[in-house]
């Protein structure tokens, strides 16, 4: 069974930093795009970065130049680098991938709250 293990989340000041990993495991043969997408309470979930096998990486305008989404293929492996967080970026972060096969998994999410 896939899962997909979130983690790095919590609670910093504005202006801070966190690092999210997001970890896929079992059956994954191979995987296209990975991504981060974020719900706020009372919000939809929203795309936050997205980073294609190749590399090819597309942000949501609203973390433009603040957050960074990389990956490490071998170990099937996706992170968000946030920096300079600000309150509306206080979220439930979740991890997605999509499978050469057209199938796309979610991982569980972590909690990213920004406040003072």
């Known amino acids: 069974q896939v899962q997909l293990v979130e983690s790095g989340g919590g609670l910093v000041q504005p202006g801070g930093s966190l690092r999210l990993s997001c970890a896929a495991s079992g059956p994954i043969f191979s995987i296209n795009t990975m991504g981060w997408y974020r719900q706020a309470p009372g919000k939809e979930r929203e795309s936050v970065a997205r980073i294609t096998r190749g590399g090819i990486t597309v942000y949501a305008d609203s973390v433009k130049g603040r957050f960074i989404i990389s990956r490490n293929s071998a170990e099937n492996t996706v992170y968000l680098q946030m920096n300079n967080l600000k309150p509306d970026d206080t979220a439930v972060y979740y991890c997605?991938?999509?499978?050469?096969?057209?199938?796309?998994?979610w991982g569980r999410g972590t909690q990213v709250t920004v406040s003072s």
């Open positions: 997605r991938v999509f499978v050469v096969s057209g199938l796309d998994y």
